[in-house]
């Protein structure tokens, strides 16, 4: 006798755990259906003396309908709430949430922000190009040494000869100037791509900024003041230039440029590598050469031109310190912008 209390003990007490349908289809059997605990105890009845069957047969009967009962009631629990989770169309929806802007378009739109303030425009090139406008026109010919640095073994060249995944934004200068007269000034952001072994500062793919500026007259001393400007805008505070003799073969005079660290005030910190300074881009006076391969005459026209690292850049002012999180796609590191 004790052990049916225990069983109805324990039957309700899964009857009130059940959360669906098909939990309830399986208590049923498990105390309802064939071979059930039940049943069982029907089963047993005929091995019992008349007067203990009738009490036993009785109880049994009685419970059988109890739980019935039960799993009637608690269908009708979860029928209920079907129909109100179908047809309540009064409840409001559930919330999508809503993602952002990567933080490399961010940085992307921000600069582009900048520099139309400054009367530039905003141009964008093909990620497939071809060597002239990636190498030869920029003063690079094949047997140039500084092809080599670019393209030996770093540029993905594809199965069309000739093409190749630009290395560089500089290659939109000729698509531009081959296209549009002077004066104007542009600048092209862009993804470039480049063979390496990847690190926390090496990606095959990344973003660049490239700008130019054609005129009848202009200096280094114009590219100063506008990169100067910028990046007071682009980091929010004083920020010092500093350009340093360098060496690209589209540009005479060339230079390299560095930025005062941004994150330290020049104090001297990791970012920097205790110099106070950065460097941030190439940048230079457009070379003859370039202007003649666009058939333009160098002697009536002058301009400037940089590229740097967008996606450098970004790093810098957010204290990103592997450019892999980029493309990493891992929505801890997204989340934070
Ligand atoms: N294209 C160069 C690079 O990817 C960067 C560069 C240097 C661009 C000097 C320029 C420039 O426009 O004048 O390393």
Known sequence: MEKIEEIKKNFLSEIKKAKSLKELDLIFNEYLGKGGKISVFFKKLKDLPIEKRKILGKKLNFLKEFFEKEIEKKKKIFFQK????????TLPPKKIERGHLHPLTQTKRKVEEIFTSFGFEVVEGPEIEDEWHNFDALNMPPWHPARDV??????????????????????VQIR???????????????????????????????WQLEGLMVQKETSLANFKAVIEEFFKRFFEKQIKVRLRPSYFPFVEPGVEVDISCPICQMKGCSVCKQSGFIEVAGAGMVHPFVFKAVKLNPREWQGFAFGFGLTRLAMIKYKISDIRYFNSGDLRFLKQF
């Open 82 to 89: 079907k129909e109100k989770e179908i047809f309540d169309i």
């Open 176 to 206: 531009y100037l081959e296209t549009h007269n002077p004066p104007f000034k542009i600048i092209v952001p862009g993804r470039v791509f480049r063979a390496e072994s990847t690190d926390a500062s090496h990606e095959i793919d990344f």
């Open 150 to 171: 670019l393209s030996l073994g770093k540029t993905f060249y594809l199965k069309e000869k000739g093409y190749l995944l630009r290395s560089h934004t500089s290659a």
